[in-house]
């Protein structure tokens, strides 16, 4: 769909229109796509075969939990509620949800266990013999089929389509060899781009072995926790059996080759940010937030502002090098920090914690890597508690997480390294986001007949 499309008419044969309504064949009708179209009546058949209650607590059937917009895949197996009928999806049925296909929750089932499905979802199983079922799927969620989803369940998030008329969504059909052909460029393109987001997470362990090393230490074999164990009085830091039980396995940073201090030893402010409620329309100052901070680095690519007084912009503003923490997240996220080095102005928000270090004791990027390394991360999941889904961690845990402290020149020759690693692994993730949104584009342009496929 050509987003900045201006024509104020067009012309549709009587035939061809999908309801009585301009917007709707409007939106159709600047969807161009040079394959011949099918009804998903003529490829594909209904399922509705209901899961009995024993298969569902036995788990020979795994309810669905959701299918993701992005990538249309199918999540199941962690919910348990039974209480509305689930309709069985088998490995190679499409499901699709009856309100948000038009955002792209289209998926197909990967799984040797059958998938249940509540009335808000309907199950299609292809005809293998006339349709390729990847295929189908990446047509469904291209833009020619999603707009057709968009007008005949209301638009405007209306609604749910009905069978009637999600059996009469027309989809791209060239010929099968075509069909897999263009699956297995997308396939290809998805293999490449994992590949390299896999060399940029290597390259970022690799960089975190090697910092640990140096400071000489080694990190632990990851064990499961026991459900018993011991521990002695004169060794509890902590009133919590799941701290206590975490610290069994942490790194001994006493066996390393530098003095350990306690993080607070070498901070000159710790402050927590604003809870004031941000704006998108750009009044005010830029507020960063806790998805800001994106492995280690700010991404300052998606943010909000914030009206506020001049006393409480100074007392907020971000100096270059501060350390900026997130106190309250998921459990893998909370903890994670990043050094903020930017002369503009930026405040930050109440989910983050501002950490100034001493400039004669510390880098802050040596500090921020220690942290973001297995060093930072035992202490942390250690610390942090669950609350409402959420993990958390306050000033007072922070200030107490412990790290070895060479020298200033020491610390300094070790980040650079660091620094050096992390900006790779960058470029690597660069290179796989532009690759997919390439990929992408192509892929839509061979769907819709608007791009050859013989140089596949």
Same mark, same amino acid.
């Given at each position: ?67 993701? /917009? ?20 088998? &490995? ?9 296909? *038009? ?31 990847? /295929? ?9 089929? *999603? ?16 069978? &009637? ?7 791209? /059909? ?17 293999? &490449? ?32 926790? =026991? ?53 998108? %329309? ?30 409480? =912009?100074?007392?907020? &503003? ?29 405040? /930050? ?47 007072? =845990?922070?200030? %107490? ?27 690597? *993730? ?9 990929? %992408?584009?192509?892929? =839509? ?12």
């Amino acid at each position: 769909m050509e987003a900045k499309d201006s024509r104020r008419f067009f012309s549709c044969s009587f035939s061809q229109l999908l309801s009585w309504d301009f917007s709707s064949n409007y939106l159709y009708a600047i969807n161009y796509c040079s394959w011949p179209v099918i009804p998903l009546s003529e490829i594909t058949t209904l399922r509705f075969e209901v899961s009995k209650k024993s298969e569902i607590e036995n788990q020979q059937v795994l309810l669905l939990d959701r299918i993701s /917009f992005d990538e249309g895949k199918v999540f199941a197996g962690n919910r348990v509620e039974t209480k509305m009928s689930q309709y069985k999806a088998y &490995k190679g049925d499409i499901i699709v949800s009856k309100i948000n296909a *038009r955002k792209g929750a289209i998926g197909v089932v990967e799984t040797d266990i059958p998938v249940g499905t509540t009335i808000h979802f309907r199950v299609l199983t292809p005809d293998n013999s006339r349709i390729d079922t990847k /295929f189908l799927q990446q047509a469904l969620r291209s833009s020619f089929c *999603r707009n057709q989803f968009e007008i005949l369940t209301g638009g405007q998030g209306k609604g749910e389509i009905s069978e &009637k008329r999600l059996t009469s969504i027309e989809a791209p /059909f060239p010929p099968l060899p075509v069909q897999q052909k263009i699956v297995a460029y997308w396939e290809a393109a998805i293999t &490449k781009a994992r590949l390299l987001e896999d060399q940029a997470r290597a390259t970022i362990e690799e960089s975190s072995h090697t910092f640990i090393h140096e400071l000489g230490l080694s990190i632990p074999k990851k064990q499961e926790s =026991e459900k018993v164990f011991s521990a002695q009085w004169k060794d509890f830091d902590r009133w919590s059996v799941s701290y206590n039980q975490a610290a069994i396995t942490m790194l001994d940073l006493s066996k390393g080759k530098y003095p350990v201090v306690e993080l607070g030893a070498i901070l000159d402010l710790v402050q927590y940010g604003t809870s004031e409620k941000t704006n998108s %329309s750009g009044e005010g100052v830029c507020v960063i937030r806790m998805n800001n901070i994106v492995d280690g680095d700010l991404d300052l690519s998606n943010l909000k502002h914030l009206k506020v007084s001049k006393d409480i =912009e100074e007392s907020l &503003k971000l100096l270059n090098r501060d350390i900026l923490i997130n106190r309250t997240n998921s459990k893998e996220l909370v903890g994670k920090c990043a050094v903020f080095n930017k002369n503009e102005t930026y405040i /930050f928000a109440s989910y983050l914690i501002r950490l100034r270090v001493d400039a004669e004791k510390a880098d802050p990027h040596f500090v921020a890597f220690t942290i973001n390394s297995p060093i930072g991360r035992q202490q942390i999941n250690a610390l942090s508690r669950q609350i409402i889904g959420q993990a958390n961690i306050n000033s007072q =845990e922070i200030r %107490s997480l412990k790290l070895p402290l060479p020298d200033l020149k020491v610390q300094q020759k070790l980040i650079q390294n660091a620094i050096q690693a992390r900006q790779k692994a960058a470029t690597l *993730r660069i290179e796989a986001k532009e690759h997919m949104e390439k990929a %992408s584009t192509e892929l =839509e342009q061979r769907i819709l007949g608007t791009r050859s496929v013989e140089n596949i």
